[in-house]
């Protein structure tokens, strides 16, 4: 965090009351949070039973007697899927809209009712059987944001398959060792998805991934989006469209105990590989259906809700499968960017739509800020009642903004904090019921303890920082990292014992509200998506030509945080990048090379030659001061660098622009 945007964060002073006609009709009421406080686990049998559908109803809420392993509703049985779709078919809202997609093509738009979508799960599932899937294999989903990729994780939810989703934006080698960590036996992608304006190949990284020959994926599953020229394994590689077609037309939900898995997805953290985080089918579904109606207060009969983020991070499977859909809802999904083909993109889809709630990032409201208020402003968008952000703090200015550009001054906003890890909300305002101020999560939601600590643990005064806990187990925690349980325990519960810590700094304003002021440690947040610094250096030192790489996080005023790189090169390496013109090259290959063996999302804003990075005698770099570097500022206090003149060779080094 830098100084600035703490000084304006305690500046704020700014509270906006929910308006009266919003609270009369809002699910989220004030009663819940007494209810919460005066019995947290007979508050979640209520919504447990309010929410979902058990096929066997469960006797125990919590059971925390092995901690920090949970079990919520231990003895129930579900199916995440029968929930998602075949219930609201059964009630006779088949006729309702689940999916308005809306693609990125113009005029490329399809509406799937929940009749649609039931017949398609069920294909889908039985072509999964067809292809030797049953209760506990995993199988990775590779795609864009088309419908299929719901279908394909619901499909794999009917089946108790875990489902591992791998953002269709990473590489063939993020996908490989993806892949292999969960020992996915079907890989289910498509030829390609629309990407500003043209179509963009995913298969291609299917085939990279799986030419390792030492993953455990027999079949792979391809939906034709884009009917571009597709490279063809026979006997492994199948069309999705024909594999449903031959597969028969009815398949029941398969019931599954509330702690069986539903799926993992990765996450960065500071060390090592990504951590598979995954979660349990019940207790994840019971809070997702409950903040998705209490904090987004989805009304499934009128409302069309639309949340921007992509399938393939936690928030896509929160808040545009498992939670919308188990409450029934209408929801838009869109295949593209905002700006093809023209920067009104999202505004003319509320137009069109008629959009009543829109859940974003602040990455996406901060660029929509640089593009104008001229290009919202040519459009309707009265339809709009309330908005939410997601991903990373949002400034106040940009909640502003928000509130008076988009939401017309009259839309309550609800800034959402949670994490992967806690697989769904977990701080935020009920729109019915808070005030809001800008900038500020609030409070945590009802049937949540969270708090600010310091150093030893002991929750901070009102106007104090520290460290964003939680005090007790809540139903859509994640159960675990992967195959590695000694890695939960270590990584989230051992820092301060019996309690929570997710990463964040926060603090507690002079109400008692919290401000959530982003990660502690060397993880960065870009776009709203968290990238490890340890991976893109590692990234960086596979080139040839570098031998040591320093990565950090400074501010920038679109992506929050933007990747800066510092490199020292191997010596064959330096003489060539001295040559005219040959340095601004080799920038261009590393950035590149960053893109292939992670994704274009880490890839360095960037990148600077360095002769020495700044460490302690421990030999740990001092990113403190690399950070310093990258934001320009004056470097700070140095006396802990084994050799203190390391910084001076790095400043003369840059010369001008640093670049
Ligand atoms: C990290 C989690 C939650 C889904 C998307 C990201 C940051 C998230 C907020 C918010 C301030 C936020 C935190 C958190 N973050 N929401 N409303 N205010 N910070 O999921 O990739 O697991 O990242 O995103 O730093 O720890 P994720």
Known sequence: ????????????????????????????????????????????????????????????????????????????????????????????????????????PEGDTRDITYADLHAEVQRAANALVDLGIGKGDTVAIYLPMIPEAAVAMLACARLGAPHSVVFGGFSAEALH???????????????????????????????????????????????????????????????WHEALEAAAPEHTAIPVEAEHPLFILYTSGTTGKPKGIFHATGGYLVQN????????????????????????????????????????????????????????????????????????????????MKWGEDIPAKFDLSSLRLLGSVGEPINPEAW??????????????????WQTETGAIMISPLPGVSETKPGSAMQPIPGVTADVVDDAGQSVPNGSGGYLVVRDPWPAMLRGVWGDPQRYQDTYWS?????????????????????????????????????????IESALVSHPKVAEAAVVGATDATTGQAVCAFVILRSEAVAEADEPGEGAELVAELRAHVAKEIGPIAKPRQIMVVQELPKTRSGKIMRRLLRDVAENREVGDVTTLADSSVMDLIKTGLGGDGS
């Open 177 to 239: 060792s993806r892949v292999q960590d969960v020992q996915a036996k079907v890989v289910i992608t498509c030829d390609g998805g629309y990407r500003r304006g043209k179509p963009s190949a995913l298969k291609p990284a299917v085939d990279t991934a799986l030419e390792h020959g030492d993953t455990s994926v027999a079949k792979v599953l391809v939906v034709r989006r884009t009917g571009q020229d597709t490279a063809w394994t026979d006997g492994r590689d199948l069309w």
């Open 495 to 535: 820092r301060f014992p019996g309690m929570y810590f997710a990463g964040d700094g926060a603090k507690k304003d002079e109400d008692g509200d919290i401000w959530v002021l982003g990660r502690v440690d060397d993880v960065m947040n870009v776009s709203g998506h968290r990238l490890s610094t340890t991976e």
């Open 400 to 417: 502003m903004w928000y509130r008076r550009v988009i939401g017309g001054d009259r839309c309550p906003i609800v800034d959402t904090w």
């Open 1 to 104: 965090m830098t100084e600035q945007t703490l000084a304006n964060l305690m500046q704020e002073t700014r509270t906006y009351a929910p308006p009266r006609e919003f609270a009369t009709q809002a699910n989220g009421t004030a009663d819940q949070y007494a209810a919460a406080t005066a019995d947290r686990e007979a508050f979640w049998a209520e919504q447990a039973r309010t929410y979902v559908a058990w096929s066997k109803d469960f006797t125990q809420v919590l059971d925390w007697s092995d901690a920090p392993f949970a079990t919520w509703f231990g003895d129930g049985e579900l199916n995440a899927c029968y929930n998602a779709v075949d219930r609201h078919v059964e009630a006779g809202h088949g006729d309702r809209v689940a999916i308005h997609f809306v693609g990125e």
């Open 289 to 368: 259906a409950y903040t998705n109606a209490v904090v987004h207060d989805v009304h499934p009969e009128t409302d069309v809700y639309w949340c921007t983020a992509d399938i393939g991070w936690v928030t896509g499977h929160s808040y545009i499968v498992y939670g919308p859909m188990t409450l029934g809802a209408t929801q838009v999904m869109y295949e593209g960017t905002p700006d093809t083909p023209h920067q009104g993109r999202f505004w003319e889809i509320v137009q069109d739509k008629k959009v009543t709630i829109l859940y974003t990032a602040p990455t996406a409201i901060r660029t929509f």
